[in-house]
């Protein structure tokens, strides 16, 4: 049981770091936050991400790059011009690893406004970060594990963040339904996100990129959007930008 429970709340906490802080505000910055809150959450994130850590300006400069060549050559993780979803992580991977080490330099389109906090960045993501949560993450599974096949879960917690990202580029990119003609193949894998947290309304994303909550049909439930909501309630967050469904929508 304590296996279990590890994993699913790695999962959940990685994926939560992932879409609210990474996506929504480093990329997108649908609220804002005061200095104290985003160091908070930049630390939460290398925390809950560990041996995945990515780091919020790499992903937003190549997540905005995602947006703007979406499913063209030019996207860095279209599931249109790759073989299988390993190919594409590792296209990934070799793009973000030259935009986090400034060994290309990204359009000027694509930087800025991204919360920056040097040292954690270096840290996070050098190999002896990771290798030390990566040895965590094994003593744990020693300590706790129950039977042989629960190391088989191991390289799911090593690779977390990417691993999120391979599923809803992937899915979203693929398989499920279409709300909007966004003139790319952004699909709605799942009417009830649990798997991805919201992010897998990639089709309503992609037509709406300042929207907060991805959900648009009454149906379509983003659970990322009930933490944001209430966050901002309770003047953790400020909710900025509030873009509206145009009032054309499939049925």
């Known amino acids: ?25 480093a990329a997108h910055k649908m609220f804002t936050m005061n200095k104290f809150w985003e ?33 063209t050559e030019m996207d860095p993780h279209s599931p249109h011009f790759s073989s299988n979803p390993f190919a594409m992580m590792w296209k990934t991977k070799v793009i973000y690893t ?16 991204y919360p920056v906090w040097e040292a954690v960045e270096s840290f996070g993501s050098q190999w002896y970060s990771r290798l030390g949560w990566g040895t965590a993450y094994v003593l744990f599974y020693i300590n706790f594990a129950t039977a042989w096949w629960m190391y088989l879960l191991l390289p799911v917690h090593f690779l977390m963040g990417p691993l999120h990202g391979a599923i809803v580029n992937w899915g979203g990119h693929k398989y499920g339904y279409q709300n909007f003609d966004n003139h790319d193949k952004s699909k709605n894998t799942l009417a009830l996100d649990f798997l991805a947290f919201g992010e ?7 037509k709406l990129p300042l929207r907060v909550n991805f959900g648009v049909k009454w149906w379509e439930f983003d659970p990322t959007y009930v933490f944001i909501w209430s966050m901002d309630k309770m ?14 929508v499939a049925a």
Not at 200 to 206: A, K, P
Request: aromatic share 18%; glycine share 4%; net charge positive.
């Open 98 to 113: 030259d935009l986090l080490k400034h060994n290309v330099e990204a359009p000027e389109r694509f930087e800025g406004d």
């Open 235 to 248: 003047g953790v967050i400020k909710i900025k930008r509030k873009q509206q469904v145009p009032v054309r």
């Open 1 to 25: 049981m304590p296996i279990l429970v590890f994993f699913v709340a790695h999962y959940y906490l990685s994926l939560f770091t992932q879409t609210f802080y990474l996506h929504r505000y």
């Open 200 to 206: 897998l309304f990639q089709n309503n994303h992609h």
């Open 39 to 71: 160091k908070f959450f930049y630390l939460f994130t290398y925390a809950c991400q560990g041996s995945s850590f990515l780091s919020p300006r790499a992903y937003a400069i190549l997540h905005r790059m995602h947006h703007a060549y979406s499913d």
